[in-house]
């Protein structure tokens, strides 16, 4: 039997209108070229001839090597760090919750060379930490390695904050409960429970967080300083390789370019949503 139409109501289609307004399509058009363009340049002007031997330079492995370093090494840390403040903020209801997600999130719209700023003035050797550390344990992480890592982290953090808080908000908390009734404990509950069932947006979570910590610049400059085979990561060589050879810089950037495409299209069912 056929269900009549009532008169007021039409069918949605998937994939919205058949012809959508040329209003939008034209600035659509515009707002697609301004992206992209920029990219087929980058791609028109690669020197793809001697590709391979500009990616066997020494200078290029080496602040190759260093970001792939740097960038593991500060997604290490706010997987250590972030996971349990991503947990607080989804699961503890506590005074100031609000202000303690702001303060989380800082970071993503802070001008990077402020964060490095930030950092200088509690890391340096006179900032609020930074003094502490080198008269009791002569720990200096200004222009280190180890700074690196730090200034990494410290803009790379609230996209795996973001990511972990939204899995465990997303997620069956059945679960969790049926454990406490089982007799497991906090701990026992949130590493064999907890962990496993928001194990993708953690996943998800740190590859974003990897690839901010890669394409970092301001912090790092500002923090750590751009030392050759110690704190010299890509971003800070392509903007060195600028002055000197062009080709050099295309090559690096190139170099990221592809990683940020490869991350972004493995994880665009994560960020944008089934298709």
Request: proline letters at 7%; charged letters at 15%.
């Amino acid at each position: 039997m056929t269900v009549p139409r009532s008169p007021g109501r039409t069918t949605r289609r998937r994939g919205g209108t058949s012809r959508p307004p040329v209003a939008l399509l034209v600035p659509a058009g515009l707002g697609l070229l301004f992206l992209v363009l920029p990219l087929v340049g980058l791609l028109a002007r690669t020197p793809w001839t001697t590709l391979p031997q500009r990616l066997a330079e020494p200078g290029v492995l080496t602040a190759l090597r260093l970001s792939l370093q740097t960038a593991s090494l500060a997604t290490l840390l706010c997987l250590v760090l972030g996971v349990p403040l991503a947990w607080l903020l989804a699961r503890v209801e506590f005074p100031g919750r609000r202000l303690v997600r702001a303060l989380v999130t800082v970071p993503l719209v802070l001008p990077p060379v402020v964060g490095g700023v930030a950092l200088l003035l509690v890391f340096g050797r006179r900032g609020l930490l930074g003094s502490w550390l080198d008269a009791t344990f002569g720990v200096t992480l200004p222009f280190t390695t180890a700074g690196v890592v730090l200034a990494e982290a410290f803009v790379a953090m609230p996209f795996l904050i973001i990511a972990v808080e939204g899995a465990l908000r997303g997620a069956d908390t059945r679960y969790e409960e049926a454990a406490a009734t089982l007799g497991a404990g906090r701990w026992t509950t949130f590493t064999h429970v907890t962990l496993p069932l928001v194990a993708p947006g953690i996943a998800a979570g740190a590859v974003l967080c990897w690839a901010r910590a890669l394409g970092e610049f301001g912090a790092t400059i500002t923090f750590a300083g751009n030392f050759p085979g110690r704190t010299q990561t890509m971003p800070l060589a392509v903007y060195l390789a600028l002055e000197t050879d062009l080709e050099a810089a295309i090559v690096l950037s190139l170099i990221l370019l592809t990683v940020s495409v490869v991350i972004l299209a493995s994880l665009r069912d994560r960020w944008i949503g089934n298709s």
